[in-house]
């Protein structure tokens, strides 16, 4: 990921964070936004329900993402990633079997999962506060009981493919950057 590191995506802003965090934020809202029919549409498989959980927060994603930060201070490459592995899971044969979108009952959950894959994945820093993060940030709204079997579930989904490569890396900061990188779309 060396040759990303002139990318602007993973510069940081005026308060201090990635640009990465507010971009995949908006990616998701975005999303979320367009799929929020989809909340009212009944849970049919297990997949569907694990990532509505319970309560949905009531914090937007971007709040949600900044609280994150403020806790695990990730870089903007680890949001990058984070928008790697959520675009595989929506992609994965598993996702699209079950009909998972990205809307708000299910937003914070993936974005989550995605984020904290991520870190784990680029730097062992990220893993020792990650139990007492998500309820903190969710307003508790995400338990730490059912994240485990959340991340398991992503895991399986993109067949623990984590690895992205710099030819990937560099194209997602640019979809990033661009506001483009949309996941499969099949709401209405």
């Keep these: 990921m060396a040759l990303a590191a002139d990318s602007a995506v993973l510069d940081r802003d005026e308060k201090g964070s990635p640009r990465a965090l507010r971009l995949f934020a908006w990616l998701v809202e975005a999303e979320s936004l367009y799929c929020a029919a989809a909340a009212s549409w009944p849970a049919e498989n297990d997949l569907v329900r694990s990532f509505r959980g319970g309560a949905t927060p ?101 067949d623990y493919r984590l690895f992205v490569g710099d030819e990937e890396f560099l194209k997602l900061c640019a979809l990033v950057e661009k506001g483009a990188l949309v996941p499969v779309r099949n709401c209405h």
């Design 58 to 158: 009531d914090v937007r994603i971007v709040d949600f993402l900044e609280r994150i930060q403020r806790y695990l201070h990730c870089e903007g490459s680890i949001y990058v990633l984070a928008a790697a592995h959520l675009t595989r899971f929506m992609r994965s044969r598993a996702a699209r079997e079950a009909g998972i979108l990205i809307e708000p009952s299910t937003a914070h959950h993936l974005v989550s999962v995605a984020l904290l894959v991520a870190a784990k994945f680029a730097s062992a820093p990220y893993l020792p506060n990650r139990q007492k993060v998500l309820p903190v940030c969710s307003r508790q709204s995400i338990r730490p009981a059912e994240f485990a079997a959340l991340e398991r579930s992503f895991l399986r989904a993109i």
